[in-house]
């Protein structure tokens, strides 16, 4: 755990979003004002708090939708105006940061292709450190995870942000760019997440799965397996007329799909998760008290044969029986999907166990 991250605020102030999923929902790219603007009225309409629109467009290759820049700032604008939703964008730079927040934008974030950039992150986080700290205190800035599947990079552009007196600190899981085919556009490699969670316990973690898909038909699973990890959030592209996008139109549902995603997730609350959770303890919990009685009844079962041998003037270690009985074991854990390694390494602590204690029988003088 990292002492550095000992005071990480709230994303949002409550009650904001309550004990329900953050959610940020908007166009990959905000491309008119009409589009922006319908947009957000349907998502405003359909309960949406946050709305993201990508104002300056990272591409792979030149040529295609850069983004409108500085002028969509303003449409961002209009729709805080008219639905009082918050709105979020994309910076790339100390610039875009000056500008972003000149435009009154709420929420900053900083895509994957920038986070793999620690000139690019300092950049931003020189801007950051140089606001009034009223401003720095509140704004909330969220990090994706860089492209490279690289866990100490995205904690540094965490701790560059927060060393720059960040405190709204959150985290965005939009998967790994992988060479080759693959179902996912990003693999999400859930592990790193994970890992991160595990590490900054405090950090709000939000899953992106409309980049980690890439295509509109995976965002309910993915977002239904991030919610059932204990993600805090989702951000999902949303666009009045996906066919239309100019970027990532593939992955992107209308307001009214959107809608219906987010109505199909199963939540976790936090009492129905411990309820569950307790009664799945409760079943580790007879389960291992089987467990230890079967091991007791092996263990008497050993120290009988223990007797047998004593009598019977027989070795305690029979080494063909122990590789047989060993081989077996492996092949019927495989068919319950126990590893190898796992059921021999508890049948040799079970084996050793035996064998001391028929050695005792076997040693007694009588
Ligand atoms: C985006 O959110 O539209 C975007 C460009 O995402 P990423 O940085 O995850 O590729
Ligand atoms: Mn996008």
Known sequence: MYMIFDDIQPLFEEPLFGSDPIVLAGPCSAESERQVLDTADALAAGGIRIFRGGVWKPRTKPGGFEGIGSPALQWL???????GMLTATEVASRAHLEEALAA???VLWIGARTTANPFAVQDIADGLAALPSGLRESIPVLVKNPVNPDLELWIGALERIYRAGIRRLGAIHRGFSSYGKHIYRNPPKWRIPIELRRRIPSLPVICDPSHLGGRREYIASLSQQALDM?????????HCDPASALSDSAQQVTPAELAAILAGLRRHTASSSTESLSQL???????????????????ALAREIGRYKREHSMSVVQSGRYNDLMQNRVDDAARLDLSADFVSNILSAIHEE??????????KQD
């Open 77 to 83: 604008g209009k729709v805080r105006e008219r639905t």
């Open 104 to 106: 009154g934008i709420d």
């Open 230 to 238: 204990g993600f805090d959030g989702l951000m999902i592209e949303s």
């Open 281 to 299: 303890r409760d079943s580790i919990d007879r389960i291992d008290i089987e467990l230890l009685e079967l091991l007791g009844k092996r263990m």
């Open 354 to 363: 035996s064998v001391r204690q028929q050695v005792e029988i076997c040693s």
